[in-house]
């Protein structure tokens, strides 16, 4: 199957930056659609951003919509997603998923493989 790992998670002040990184691994890395999620404790785990296996199309949230990007690197089988403008709000354990049966999705359930995540903490 595909693993994935997340990095780049931290602490940082509201209106700082933070750049996520997934590396995948174990499948094509380019026939994947991925997206990132967010669980804050006591929360449910909802949708940040997805791209596309073929990188032309991104979802965004409304709440991240004009902060965060989603990229992704073929060459490197791995997706980024560059956050600025952090406000607290966004604290979370932000998960990376592929999926290998849609083009794109912001669904939790059409994401069938999932990081263990990576803890971005913005203080106020």
């Known amino acids: 199957q595909v693993q994935l790992v997340e990095s780049g998670g931290g602490l940082v002040q509201a209106g700082g930056s933070l750049r996520l990184s997934c590396a995948a691994s174990?499948?094509?890395?380019?026939?994947?659609?991925m997206a990132w999620f967010r669980q804050a404790p006591g929360k449910e785990r909802e949708f940040v951003a997805a791209i596309s296996r073929s990188d032309t199309t991104a979802r965004y949230a409304d709440v991240v919509k004009g902060r965060f990007t989603i990229s992704r690197d073929n060459a490197k089988s791995t997706v980024y997603l560059q956050m600025n403008s952090l406000k607290p709000e966004d604290t979370a354990a932000y998960h990376c998923?592929?999926?290998?049966?849609?083009?794109?999705?912001?669904?939790?359930?059409?994401?069938?493989?999932w990081g263990q995540g990576t803890q971005v903490t913005v203080s106020s």
């Open positions: 174990g499948r094509t890395f380019s026939t994947a659609a």
């Open positions: 998923a592929a999926t290998f049966v849609y083009q794109i999705s912001t669904t939790y359930a059409a994401y069938k493989y």
